[in-house]
T-cell receptor, first 112, second 114 residues
């Protein structure tokens, strides 16, 4: 157990639908990062939150949004889903990224 | 624009031999580099890192070398063990961004044969 909890582990949904992925960071970590890993691709940075505020944005589609709540858990909302959104979505947390993020085990999203 | 590149998608080595995984980068503002290991159905786990002020960092069987002039780093695993079989990601932090955002390479799948 890495200390970063992601739910659900698997999600199958239809095109056009909306889903919410949830992440609870490691205790004490203020930063939460979301990454997407598509088939045979590296990890693509989506968005970062630090203590409730958006800190950095990557290649995140306008159909996607995220937030970090006062208890520091984060949610990634994906809407108007397309087949190409099928991927592994990882959440990571850190207090000092120079010592390495701690990743959750990911949510595998399948859009059919 | 792929700022961190791992040009070898896969590598196969014999148990007990050295594994060398390579990574190139383009952004001269990167000041911290990390290697992650990923097993199937798990999240990446941090392996080793190196600051841009160093050229080598060692942790047990794992050594990372950084050549700033060539914008190249490598991960050496000696001796390689079957349990090292995984996908290895190189990642970098842009020191000017103040976010700690990691930029990852595409990964190299290492297979260590018994």
């Amino acid at each position: 157990d890495s200390g970063v909890t992601q739910t659900p582990k698997h999600l199958i949904t239809a095109t056009g639908q909306r889903v919410t992925l949830r992440c609870s960071p490691r205790s004490g970590d203020l930063s939460v990062y979301w990454y997407q890993q598509s088939l045979d691709q590296g990890l693509q940075f989506l968005i970062q939150y630090y203590n409730g505020e958006e800190r950095a944005k990557g290649n995140i589609l306008e159909r996607f949004s995220a937030q970090q709540f006062p208890d520091l858990h984060s949610e990634l909302n994906l809407s108007s889903l397309e087949l190409g959104d099928s991927a592994l979505y990882f959440c990571a947390s850190s207090d000092d990224p120079g010592y390495g993020y701690t990743f959750g085990s990911g949510t595998r999203l399948t859009v059919v | 624009d792929q700022q961190v590149k791992q040009n070898s998608p896969s590598l196969s080595v014999q148990e007990g031999r050295i594994s060398i995984l390579n990574c190139d980068y383009t952004n001269s503002m990167f000041d911290y580099f990390l290697w992650y290991k990923k097993y199937p159905a798990e999240g990446p786990t941090f392996l080793i890192s190196i600051s841009s002020i160093k050229d080598k960092n060692e942790d047990g069987r794992f050594t990372v070398f950084l050549n700033k002039s060539a914008k190249h780093l490598s991960l050496h695993i000696v001796p390689s063990q079957p349990g090292d079989s995984a996908v290895y990601f190189c990642a970098a932090i842009d020191g000017s961004s103040n976010t700690g955002k990691l930029i990852f390479g595409q990964g190299t799948t290492l297979q260590v044969k018994p």
